[in-house]
């Protein structure tokens, strides 16, 4: 199924029933968290995964900077991670102190170029300087274009190209579409010390939380089990006679 990464990481040293608190002052009509809800505790931070707002905040990174100065919470340090493999959608932003000094967002479901806001990060700079040329996936040969093309070489009329971007970072070639991704693990990797993307969370305490839709959603399966087993008890009492 792949990677399903939508995380926000800060400082807490608090109960598990103030960061319960937390978490869920976070959870409104317009601002949901998530159906499920599961933080990862560590000894001085805490990871808060399954966080839906993710989407509209990687954009818009005020949106957060708002609902930390209405939950009058503003950690020395915030940082976030998305990564959703099955639409190639990655992204990454630090806050410090409330305030957002670098969002980068890529939405492959509507196949966009990245979103950059703030100051680039130093480590940034050998992905948005890197070399890169094109090819075309969709033909056998995959021939290599520095520029994109305007037009096809195939004398097929039907032949529709497919020009996919690849940049060369450090003797790796990365495609276009995933650049985000592997910026986003690095990232995670230098300020978390291992990939949240690919590498399993060793977590001193794991906390669940469940929210109202997830729970309705619960009790109507709950429900529908229930009468099934009625209705076949039912059943079975018939088919006796």
Known sequence: MGSRVNAIVFPFKGSDDELKNLVTSFINDENPLGDEIVIFRKKDYVIVNGVDLLWKI?????????????????PTYTWLFLQYDFSDSFGYAIFENGKNIRSVFRNGSEDLEPIFIGETLDFEEKYLNATYHYIDINSDDEPVYFELPTETDNPDPDYEPYYMKIYSVENEEIRGDLLVGCMMHELSEKL???NIALDNIDEDERIVIQSAKKLEYLEQQLKQSQGN???????SIFKGK
């Open 229 to 235: 087993r009625l209705l076949s008890w039912i059943r």
């Open 58 to 74: 990687l954009p818009k990174p005020h949106i957060l900077e708002k609902i930390f100065e209405k939950n009058n919470f503003k």
């Open 192 to 194: 978390l010390g291992f």
